[in-house]
């Protein structure tokens, strides 16, 4: 009988994984945290299914994977976040497995086998047959002082109390002896809300997030328009997405410091995580249905103010190439039944596209257009919120031409200058809207390659400026995401775009494989 959970096994192979990618020889303890991080993708039972667990053990390993995950959410880890950084802080190694030995595998290191070991008996003095996940974070966590346990406090980690959460967490179904004959407690599973949410107001008043003097007056703008009777969702029109999350954040100091009217002093202000939210999705629709559930989640507390920076993947369906009806629908009920309000952030470009347009939109938000202010030295009484002239509500430029219509799925309006409109939206070159596209479709875990044909002709479109935008949405996007919504490209899926008779095809599956040689050969590849 193995001594290992198939969760933890399978934490091991992502860590072998991770280890193998970035070059180094041995599986080293980071590696091994950053497998356990990555579980959160297999969360969804679905994902579970796809790997071949048997019906029987699907719900149990699910149960594993949300206590682990618990345990992050409890101590303030954001899996994605941490993953991430940790990655960047190991950096790459230089090891090259030998191209001749066909066998070689990937094995631990001494301090990993070290960290095994520990997990092991933890797992046994905790009267457990098998070690499990959390045994492995608790073993992990042993030496406070090595060097994950010191990156980890410098992340703000309580790292003891973590470790002694983890040792201390059973397998679902399994009590400790002593209390083998009493009812086993119910396991809490993290819910859709706590898992891609952020408490900012918490973290203003532990003092983890700070005031920007910089943006003094585009927070004092956010307050005044919360306080408002109606309109009260403030829209922030800004490019620089980290600038957004400085202002609220301003805007969370003054309410928690009492430099905001007395109406908004309970306000918890939470912001939706939609990178992490967009990350490991398993099967088409999930997205949505994590925004759905997260919404109705949220309207359920008291008092909560959310928000989203960069709403346009949620109202704007090109961001995610995939039908938002249903999170869009939630959203909106909420915010006109104002079971909750939103603080918004997106360009002034996605503005125009998806919420300019739509009435209902207009309806619930205030638009500000942010522009920088010089640093000041104090923060304005409260009491008396003078105005100042920082951010500006926005006003809708004239009706623009329109070259291209495109299709309804992905709505794309191509602003233009013009003497009646002094908004000059900037032109994206092929190459910034290829990485873009690509960005958007490695969440659904596909990747798209373009013949040298099809290449040719994105280049001529490339070259008339006016229409490119418009152009590359109805040729490319448009199309990669009707496919997607047709269920014609599965997760994990190739798709190749070719050219025949002057026009752009979109291969997958057999014939995707007898086109990729020729087009890695045209390609220099």
């Known amino acids: 009988m193995s001594t290992h959970t198939p969760v933890l096994s399978l934490a091991l192979q992502i860590a072998a994984v991770e280890a193998a990618d970035t070059r180094y020889e041995f599986i080293e303890p980071e590696h091994l945290f950053v497998g356990l991080c990555k579980l959160e993708g297999f969360a969804n039972t679905n994902r579970l299914r796809a790997l071949g667990v048997p019906e ?37 190694g230089t090891f090259c497995p030998p191209v001749s030995d066909k066998d070689w595998m990937m094995h631990r290191s001494p301090e990993s086998r070290k960290i095994f070991e520990v997990a092991e008996q933890i797992a046994r003095q905790s009267d457990s047959s098998m070690a499990a996940a959390f045994h492995l974070l608790a073993a992990l966590l042993n030496d406070a002082q090595g060097r994950l346990g010191l990156w980890l406090q410098s992340k703000k980690v309580d790292v003891p109390g973590l470790r002694q959460a983890a040792e201390g967490t059973m397998l679902p179904g399994v ?42 007056a585009a927070a004092m703008d956010v307050v005044k328009i919360l306080n408002r009777r109606v309109k009260r969702n403030p829209l922030l029109l800004e490019e620089d997405t980290a600038a957004a999350d400085k202002i609220v954040q301003s805007a969370v100091w003054l309410l ?91 360009s002034l470009l996605e503005f125009e596209r998806y919420i300019g347009e739509n009435a209902d939109w207009r309806n619930l938000f205030t638009p500000l257009e942010i522009s920088n202010s010089a640093p000041v030295d104090a923060v304005e009484s409260a009491e008396v919120i003078k105005p100042l002239r920082i951010s500006k509500t926005f006003q809708r430029p004239a009706e623009l031409p329109v070259s291209v219509t495109p299709p309804s799925l992905l709505p794309t309006r191509l602003l233009k200058a013009t003497e009646a409109s002094p908004i000059q939206a900037p032109q994206m070159a092929l190459d910034s809207r290829l990485d873009a596209l690509q960005t958007r479709l490695t969440r659904f875990g596909l990747q798209v390659h373009f013949s040298a044909a099809a290449m040719a002709i994105l280049r001529r479109l490339e070259e008339k400026s006016d229409t490119f935008n418009a152009e590359f949405a109805a040729r ?3 199309p990669l995401g009707g496919m997607l919504l047709r269920g014609e490209i599965d997760y994990g899926q190739n798709v190749l775009v070719g050219a025949s008779g002057g026009k752009l095809v979109f291969q997958t599956g057999a014939a995707y494989s007898a086109e990729l040689h020729t087009h890695q050969m045209q390609m220099g590849l």
Do not use: W
């Not at 699910?62 to 950096?91: C, H, N, V």
């Not at 119910?186 to 008043?205: A, G």
């Not at 039908?323 to 006109?336: E, G, V, Y």
């Open 476 to 478: 490319v996007e448009n």
């Open 175 to 216: 009590a400790p002896a002593k209390t083998r004959n009493e009812p086993s407690p119910l396991v809490k599973v993290e819910s859709v809300f706590t898992r891609y949410s952020r408490d900012l107001t918490q973290l203003v008043r532990q003092k983890m997030l700070h005031f920007s003097p910089e943006y003094q």
């Open 56 to 92: 029987t053990q699907v719900e149990l390993l699910a149960a594993e994977i949300d206590l682990l995950m618990g345990l992050f959410g409890r101590f303030g880890i954001k899996p994605s976040t941490f993953r991430y950084a940790l990655r960047q802080r190991k950096g790459t």
């Open 256 to 346: 928690v410091n009492d430099k905001a009217p007395a109406a908004l002093r309970n306000a918890r202000i939470i912001q939706m995580d939609v990178t992490a939210m967009a990350e490991n999705i398993s099967y088409q629709g999930e997205f949505t249905e994590r925004v759905r559930d997260f919404i109705k989640e949220a309207s359920q507390e008291d008092d909560l103010t959310l928000f989203i920076n960069g709403i346009h993947a949620i109202i704007g369906s090109s961001s995610v190439l995939v039908d938002m009806s249903a999170a869009i629908s939630a959203l909106k009920l909420a915010l006109q039944q104002e079971k909750l309000r939103c603080i918004g952030a997106a």
